[in-house]
């Protein structure tokens, strides 16, 4: 869970890249950094916190230049430690070079142990860090034909961007598991994870990076590249869609808000309930709640109201925090809710935690009935490709039926959305998506996690 940018040939880039990672601060919360180039040198800022929080004007004075790239972080490789927060920057024999990724590798680990076996020291923890290594010991001469070798060596999902004292470098991984968009803003090219950045400052929306595609930006423009002769099936990540992109984006050529409408108004299709209103868990319960409520003609309420000023509970760190965090987070609305029979809409359940003290308030605002509906199929396994899940012995829907969950959340009903109609949109999906997190169909070996075929067999 990461969020990129970049931008080229642009008087004021540091402060451009500050906004696109303002925009994308939904894609992680924990850490962020800016490098910039200026004078030839590379110059760079990264602290953990939010965006906000981290640069002010005087930081991003201090970043100069007409070429910047950033990152925002919430660790799914690699301990939550400052050593490990992107850009990274490294001195190789051609000068300095930064960089940006989201994504996860999946033969980071073993190949880090090739590169330790002959003696490498690794300044971080992370699977970034292995791409800089296989760059800086290639043979090839210029930068691209380095990072094209590298870039074969890797597995997995990586939206990256470059950057070096002279040139920006943007690549996607063959299968585009994690999106990445290009925009202009006057003569500077932007590149971001998602199109809200492009929105907030005010840049067009070109289109996709391509899957394995690789664009370089220089003095002399922008050029492209696909170096991948034989390009695999395709990977887009569906729980981009369900759950970690920003609604107002458009992610792999779809509207995220439209496709989470029609998630719910399948839901509705697929398991109807009688009852006095619909209410989604804000915000990422919103849209798919609406759809719901259009398809099944019953009311939309906000029967529980978001304090939009703290982060996403999920990213504190003890359970202890996160069970308060729910609190201090959401409130039923009493007057709407009490003797009311509630559909409650959420887009997913990780561990049930969250979802079990959001229906006790419920309950305890006086709902005569919860009816709980997921907008998607249950997370059955860990995602080894750049969202962050826990372990799936930690992952309820991994561990117990349905029938279970519900006896844990204390609802009067569970259901959840299919795999056949999360794809409503898209009847060939396994030609295009991964949802692995729900079929356990992961699209690529995974070198670096061997038990998961040990983990697999206890599949439910
Ligand atoms: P819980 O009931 O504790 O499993 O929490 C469910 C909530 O977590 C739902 O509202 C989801 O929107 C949200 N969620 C789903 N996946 C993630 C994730 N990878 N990180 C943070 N929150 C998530």
Known sequence: MCGIVGVFNHPEASRIAYLGLYAL???????AGIVSVSEGRL??????GLVGDIFDEPVLDKLPGNMAIGHVRYSTSGASAAKNIQPLV?????GGIAVSHNGNLVNAQVLRSE?????????????TEVIVHLIASQHEKDLLS???????RVEGAYSLVFLTETKMIVARDPRGWRPLVLGKLGDSYIVASETCALDLVGATYEREVEPGEILVFSKEGM???????????????IFEHVYFARPDSEIFGREVYETRKGFGRSLAKEHPVEADMVVPVPDSGVPAALGYSEESGIPFQ?????N????????EPTDQIRHFGVKIKLNPAKSLVKGKRLILVDDSIVRGTTSRKIVDMLREAGAKEIHFRISSPPTRWPCFFGIDTPNRSELIAAQQEPEEIRKFINCDSLAYLSVENLFYFNKNHDEWFCDACFSGNFPIPLPDFPDITKVKSDKK
């Not at 601060?25 to 850490?31: L, T, V």
């Not at 939009?308 to 990213?315: A, K, L, S």
């Open 115 to 127: 590169y330790e076996a002959h003696g490498s020291i690794f300044q971080s923890t992370t699977d």
């Open 223 to 237: 050029s492209s590249h696909r170096p991948f002769l034989d390009p695999p099936k395709k990977a887009f990540c």
């Open 25 to 31: 601060q939904h894609r992680g919360q924990e850490a």
């Open 90 to 94: 490294f001195d190789y024999s051609h």
């Open 146 to 152: 380095r990072i094209i070798a590298s870039l074969k």
């Open 308 to 315: 939009h000023y703290v982060g996403r509970t999920f990213i």
């Open 302 to 306: 906000m029967g529980l109201i978001r």
């Open 43 to 48: 110059q760079t800022h990264r602290r953990m």
